[in-house]
């Protein structure tokens, strides 16, 4: 089980806002990414270094439902949790909240590749993203 | 029936790619949203004229299946249509292709805006978007 | 005199590097703004707030030197200073290291709106930005 | 002497509006790098395959005067020219206009690079960009 339940904490960049006045839907893709990162690195798979180490995890699948707004001046909570959906294949949930008001929940499918090419065997660390027993 | 079938020729911006060699998974909803553009304006409906009139249409929703790749040097076509939900909603779909090999697949649901709030009330212009016997 | 001393601690998003490995050319233009949103901020001139009022600071020149690489992985910080430099415009310089080493310096000239046209009477709280006894 | 003149020819992007309803002043670096590599490939000097030979251009230096704003629903053009600074550096000039009326100014300042090291040898082919009698 995935011990980390810390919210990642973003301001609103006044260059993600759109002439509608809010922030654009892709900019949602980007912030997703960045509590990917802090989820992974929080329960002890660092990214960064996991590339060096010749691991990558592609996107394979994105979805977005826009419940609401965001705008500059305001501060985004996301919250993320990781399933495994098969052998090669897992997915990010993302839950994202304006103080406390839910405005848009996501989700990204990956794969993990090693050297280039998927694999199933993932490391030790990585394991303990899901959100299941061992 | 919408005529337009028309792909969007767009080229791989340097800025676009990420440090995997490969363009950034959050491009692909803006490079959607240059599509929708066109096939709006090529069916009559000019998206920048139609917020002047007080029309908007945010994103309720995303999804984008990546298939493979796409890279710096390349230029990408993107296949439009479009399709009504229900009273309130329609949904955009897109085809990307590079040198007509398939790479991604996306979809954006819709409302249409009139002064702030929802309208079930489409312009005329703004029907024959759809591919359907209006 | 600004008093706000406190660096804007900025953690580099995977979707701002590209192909090249580091962070792109134009990312920091964006980073610059955040710097600059928190100055504003901790000086008495919340800029999401000066917009409702009816004031805005376009931006009127963009400079940027870049003398070393960022990458995914590493956290950023930009030091904010602001000066006038006539009755209409003022500039705003960025110093952004990593670890305490300096990658990049730039800076922004921008002249104050109020109501869609440039002003030369700043309010008082803006004044506090400078760098010059008032 | 670079032969090519064709500016390059851009349709402004709804992602690339922000909040005050014109085009974000950081997507500037962007459209230049794309002026840019179509200036260097009209040239005979294909960027993604100088890439692939080892070759870099990595920016030194940007810098942007903003003249006037461009919107979403105009197409700009970017007429580009570049010439060498000493023997490492060589700069590229931006000058971009919307319907033949100037909007901004820009340039960039690069050296080469060869398997990660400034070098003075410019490729042949390269040596073209420049508006000089080599």
Redesign the interface.
């Known amino acids: 089980m995935a011990e980390k339940q810390t919210p990642t904490h973003i301001?609103v960049?006044?260059?993600e806002?759109?002439?509608?006045?809010?922030v654009?839907?892709?900019?949602y893709?980007?912030w997703f990414?960045?509590a990917r990162?802090q989820f992974f690195r929080e329960n002890g798979a660092?990214?960064?270094?996991m590339?060096r180490e010749g691991y990558?995890c592609?996107?394979?699948?994105?979805?977005?439902?826009?419940k609401g707004?965001t705008?500059?001046?305001e501060f985004v909570d996301i919250e993320t949790s990781a399933t495994r959906v098969d052998k090669l294949r897992f997915r990010v949930d993302y839950k994202l909240t304006v103080n406390g008001k839910l405005c848009t929940t996501g989700f990204t499918v990956h794969c993990l590749m090693k050297d280039g090419r998927p694999t199933r065997e993932m490391p030790e660390k990585f394991l303990k993203l899901f959100n299941e027993t061992v």
């Open positions: 301001e960049r006044y260059a806002t759109d002439q509608m006045g809010i654009h839907h892709s900019v893709a980007v990414e960045q990162t660092d990214y960064a270094e590339e990558g592609p996107v394979l699948e994105l979805g977005v439902q826009y707004p705008h500059y001046g």
